[in-house]
């Protein structure tokens, strides 16, 4: 019994720590497409 719980105690923190690294990774995203775009906006500011 004390093994089952274990297991499953060790299943659930897995499953929060790869909800947590997901959330991180979509964020990194956002944030270099905000870059991507602001980048693009002065290039052209420049330009003008």
């Keep these: 019994m004390s ?18 690294c997901a959330n991180t990774v979509r964020g990194v995203g956002r944030d270099v497409g905000n870059t991507v775009d602001a980048t693009g906006a002065a290039v052209k500011d420049v330009t003008r």
């Design 3 to 20: 093994r089952r719980v274990t297991s499953v105690a060790l299943s659930l923190v897995a499953v929060l720590a790869l909800s947590a």
